[in-house]
């Protein structure tokens, strides 16, 4: 029954998908839907790709694991577009750029300083694409005692597919599907879950879990004063950083339309994130023993209900699980495939269906290899080099016209770097205790404040590197597209 809803799934994420051969003909079609995508439209896909995996089944196995403590990871997500909604989204939408590199260039006048961010928004987007299709080999495994690989493999394939047909206008119908299908996957299994728990009493955690695994820092992870507040950094400023989250607000008509889309995308997440809390909460109750706690959320129906009904729930919930890779995977494969063929390739259509391969092919060969994490932690660090790298790039570029060329690129190659350092030697089997250990696992603490003091301090010694253009470029990301003006828009070269 599982299995038939993956099928399902896949199925009609390759027929929405289709459909946007009919619709997609020029490269603005391929890398920004043209930038005619609505509000309402664009929301729900957003929320379709960045409700991941781990939004759907890690933040739900961590709660279960460590507590209240984790509960700070869907308000983070979601915190993070207050930030993203208040400091870049109308600027960056008016900067008229395709992808974050287009802006880099825009705003600095700097190959070099493009061809950095460029590899890094390729970083950060195969770090985010290896935990979906790790989660996706897990879940398959689960359900149908399928090799490990072939889960990854059938979620790159049926992304690839999409990606290949249609670009950003086809992947936009069927992320806006499946934000409503993961919606509806964890909140009718819910209601009955909950009436389960109900009927059986209305049971609660024990004494021992009460005086620990309900207080904040009360028991669960080691250095979890320094964890938590690393984790809170990370997830409210990497939002920013993240690739194929930005590159979405490229696609609304103005930067009003921007804000607006953030807006929705705010009351839409608040809606979703309300549910894994709920499941983890189940979990310790009637799944506390489960080694592999990614799995909580689909093993819950087997458990508190059974039979038939506990299949179906089952197999929706799995449904939803699969929506969730496809989607973000998406999302993700347009965003480094379009910077791929951008500045490795020569542009336009052709280029960019190559890079899609390209895009999906490296994160499913990490994702085979590398050391198994929860997905909701190796996520985490993908925020954490958004953080430390984009972010600081994102705000002083936008608000500060005294950023120099030597200012930025310094600011990416350390904040980057050595978020990017923290993130190999934890996934590469770095120690699991001690301080060194916290430190690397959650880095964002202390590379988020080197990368801003490195990009400020290094533009106060270098005041001859402002780029000549600096006050063109900030009159066009602040002017509102209303105004009668000459405001000098740039567009990428492979426009």
Same mark, same amino acid.
Request: glycine letters at 10%; proline letters at 5%.
């Given at each position: 029954m599982s299995l038939t809803a993956v099928l399902v799934v896949v199925v009609a994420a390759v027929l929405i998908g289709a459909f946007g051969i009919r619709v997609s003909r020029t490269t603005s079609d391929f890398y920004v839907a043209s930038r005619t995508v609505s509000p309402l439209w664009n929301a729900s896909a957003i929320g379709g790709e960045y409700l991941s995996a781990a939004s759907f089944l890690g933040i739900a196995g961590l709660i279960l694991s460590f507590g209240v403590d984790m509960l700070w990871l869907p308000v983070g997500w979601t915190g993070g577009y207050l930030v993203l909604l208040v400091l870049v989204s109308a600027p960056l939408r008016r900067s008229g750029a395709y992808t974050l590199p287009d802006f880099a260039e825009a705003r600095l006048e700097s190959m070099t300083v493009r061809r950095t961010a460029s590899v890094l928004v390729v970083l950060i987007g195969w770090l985010y694409l290896m935990p979906q299709f790790q989660s996706a080999?897990?879940?398959?495994?689960?359900?149908?005692?399928?090799?490990?690989?072939?889960?990854? /493999? /059938?979620?790159?394939?049926?992304?690839?597919?999409?990606?290949?047909?249609?670009?950003?206008?086809?992947?936009?119908?069927?992320?806006?599907?499946?934000?409503?299908?993961?919606?509806?996957?964890?909140?009718?299994?819910?209601?009955?879950?909950?009436?389960?728990?109900?009927?059986?009493?209305?049971?609660?955690?024990?004494?021992?879990?009460?005086?620990?695994?309900?207080?904040?820092?009360?028991?669960?992870?080691?250095?979890?004063?320094?964890?938590?507040?690393?984790?809170?950094?990370?997830?409210?400023?990497?939002?920013?950083?993240?690739?194929?989250?930005?590159?979405?607000?490229?696609?609304?008509?103005?930067?009003?339309?921007?804000?607006?889309?953030?807006?929705?995308?705010?009351?839409?997440?608040?809606?979703?994130?309300?549910?894994?809390?709920?499941?983890?909460?189940?979990?310790?109750?009637?799944?506390?023993?489960?080694?592999?706690?990614?799995?909580?959320?689909?093993?819950?129906?087997?458990?508190?209900?059974?039979?038939?009904?506990?299949?179906?729930?089952?197999?929706? /919930?799995?449904?939803?699980?699969?929506?969730?890779?496809?989607?973000?995977?998406?999302?993700?494969?347009?965003?480094?495939?379009?910077?791929?063929?951008?500045?490795?390739?020569?542009?336009?259509?052709?280029?960019?269906?190559?890079?899609?391969?390209?895009?999906?092919?490296?994160?499913?060969?990490?994702?085979?290899?590398?050391?198994?994490?929860?997905?909701?932690?190796?996520?985490?660090?993908?925020?954490?080099?958004?953080?430390?790298?984009?972010c600081p790039l994102l705000v002083l570029g936008i608000w500060w016209r005294r950023l120099t060329t030597t200012g930025a690129l310094a600011g990416l190659l350390v904040g980057g770097g050595l978020a990017c350092g923290a993130v190999l030697a934890t996934i590469g089997g770095a120690p699991n205790d001690g301080f060194t250990a916290a430190l690397l696992a959650q880095p964002a603490a202390w590379t988020v404040p080197i990368a801003f003091v490195v990009m400020v301090s290094v533009s106060f010694l270098t005041p001859h590197r402002v780029p000549a253009g600096v006050a063109r470029v900030m009159v066009r990301l602040h002017t509102p597209e209303n105004l009668d003006l000459d405001r000098g828009d740039w567009r990428p070269r492979s426009s």
């Amino acid at each position: 029954m599982s299995l038939t809803a993956v099928l399902v799934v896949v199925v009609a994420a390759v027929l929405i998908g289709a459909f946007g051969i009919r619709v997609s003909r020029t490269t603005s079609d391929f890398y920004v839907a043209s930038r005619t995508v609505s509000p309402l439209w664009n929301a729900s896909a957003i929320g379709g790709e960045y409700l991941s995996a781990a939004s759907f089944l890690g933040i739900a196995g961590l709660i279960l694991s460590f507590g209240v403590d984790m509960l700070w990871l869907p308000v983070g997500w979601t915190g993070g577009y207050l930030v993203l909604l208040v400091l870049v989204s109308a600027p960056l939408r008016r900067s008229g750029a395709y992808t974050l590199p287009d802006f880099a260039e825009a705003r600095l006048e700097s190959m070099t300083v493009r061809r950095t961010a460029s590899v890094l928004v390729v970083l950060i987007g195969w770090l985010y694409l290896m935990p979906q299709f790790q989660s996706a080999s897990l879940v398959l495994r689960e359900i149908t005692g399928a090799p490990g690989w072939m889960g990854g /493999l /059938l979620v790159a394939l049926v992304v690839a597919v999409n990606v290949l047909s249609g670009g950003m206008r086809s992947i936009t119908f069927v992320q806006a599907f499946q934000y409503w299908l993961k919606l509806t996957a964890l909140a009718v299994p819910l209601v009955f879950l909950l009436m389960a728990w109900r009927a059986g009493g209305a049971p609660g955690v024990s004494p021992a879990d009460a005086a620990t695994w309900q207080v904040p820092l009360a028991g669960g992870k080691e250095y979890g004063l320094y964890s938590t507040y690393s984790l809170i950094l990370a997830t409210f400023l990497g939002t920013m950083g993240l690739p194929h989250v930005l590159v979405r607000f490229y696609t609304n008509p103005d930067g009003r339309a921007a804000r607006r889309t953030t807006l929705v995308v705010l009351s839409l997440l608040g809606a979703f994130y309300l549910m894994p809390a709920a499941y983890g909460w189940l979990g310790r109750l009637y799944a506390p023993d489960l080694t592999r706690t990614d799995t909580v959320v689909l093993t819950l129906p087997a458990r508190m209900i059974g039979g038939t009904l506990g299949d179906l729930l089952t197999a929706l /919930l799995t449904a939803g699980a699969f929506a969730a890779f496809l989607s973000t995977s998406s999302g993700l494969t347009v965003s480094v495939a379009g910077v791929i063929a951008q500045d490795l390739l020569k542009g336009g259509v052709r280029s960019f269906r190559i890079a899609t391969l390209m895009a999906v092919a490296v994160p499913l060969c990490l994702a085979l290899q590398a050391r198994e994490l929860p997905v909701a932690d190796v996520v985490g660090l993908a925020f954490a080099v958004a953080a430390s790298s984009f972010c600081p790039l994102l705000v002083l570029g936008i608000w500060w016209r005294r950023l120099t060329t030597t200012g930025a690129l310094a600011g990416l190659l350390v904040g980057g770097g050595l978020a990017c350092g923290a993130v190999l030697a934890t996934i590469g089997g770095a120690p699991n205790d001690g301080f060194t250990a916290a430190l690397l696992a959650q880095p964002a603490a202390w590379t988020v404040p080197i990368a801003f003091v490195v990009m400020v301090s290094v533009s106060f010694l270098t005041p001859h590197r402002v780029p000549a253009g600096v006050a063109r470029v900030m009159v066009r990301l602040h002017t509102p597209e209303n105004l009668d003006l000459d405001r000098g828009d740039w567009r990428p070269r492979s426009s």
